[in-house]
């Protein structure tokens, strides 16, 4: 059964560093989104992206955030200059694309430590 | 803008017992509705969902739902639960005209099952 893939799993860098966190959405889909989950509190909605822009993103994806298709297959995350309070969990998830709903399906998440 | 509240962060059940995970959102307008399921070091899963249609919903491993507009719930019950559904689960909405469908979630119930 395809699925959604994350790498790398966990992930440990310092305070102010640079970090790509990776994703290989489901082949056939069209729509992307990252979710993050800080400890002890909810999944919330970073940004989606579509035909490779963003379609919407939440007040937590600032400037230091940006997103990327570089290639056909992947679709990564990037924090330019990582801080304490982005240490979470990240989940990448994919949906065929359609006016109708259709299921988003998750990744395993990438658990980033900043220290 | 959406919100779901979760009451019950952590619900202790014994084996063979009847549960019941209590959901309730707020939105301006019209919502679908969803339950996913994480279990230990893995990505979420979805449960249900409730689109349009009958209000009693059925999904995976047992799980059903009921969406109640009035009272602006999504309450989700297993009659019997076994250990293996020991993990946590989401409740979330997305607006259901059309758009990107991003996911908002609530805080979780850590659903354990005593053996």
């Known amino acids: 059964e395809p699925e959604v893939t994350q790498t790398p799993s966990h992930q440990v860098t310092q305070m102010g560093q640079e970090v790509i966190l990776r994703c290989v959405p489901i082949?056939?889909?069209?729509?992307f989104y990252w979710y993050r989950q800080i400890l002890g509190q909810k999944v919330e909605f970073l940004v989606s992206?579509?035909?490779?822009?963003?379609?919407?993103k939440s007040e937590i994806f600032d400037d230091q955030f940006s997103v990327e298709r570089p290639d056909g297959s992947n679709f990564t995350l990037k924090i330019r200059s990582t801080k304490l309070e982005d240490s979470a969990m990240y989940f990448c998830?994919?949906?065929?694309?359609?006016?109708?709903?259709?299921?988003?399906?998750f990744g395993p998440g990438t658990r980033l430590t900043v220290l | 803008a959406q919100s779901v509240t979760q009451l019950d962060s952590q619900v202790p059940v014994f084996e063979e017992a009847p549960v019941e995970l209590r959901c309730n959102y707020s939105?301006?307008?019209?919502?679908?509705l969803f339950w996913y399921v994480q279990y230990p070091n893995q990505g979420l899963q979805l449960l249900l969902k409730?689109?349009?249609?009958?209000?009693l919903v059925k999904g995976i491993n047992g799980f059903e739902a009921e969406f109640n507009k009035s009272q602006t719930s999504f309450h989700l019950r297993k009659p019997s639960v076994h250990i293996s559904d020991t993990a946590e689960y989401f409740c979330?909405?997305?607006?259901?005209?059309?758009?990107?469908?991003?996911?908002?979630f609530g805080k979780g119930t850590k659903l354990s099952v005593i053996p």
């Open positions: 992206f579509y035909n490779n822009e963003i379609s919407e």
């Open positions: 979330a909405v997305t607006p259901s005209g059309a758009g990107s469908y991003q996911l908002t």
């Open positions: 082949s056939n889909h069209l729509y």
């Open positions: 409730y689109l349009s249609g009958s209000t």
């Open positions: 998830a994919s949906r065929t694309s359609g006016s109708l709903y259709n299921e988003q399906f």
């Open positions: 939105s301006s307008v019209s919502v679908y």
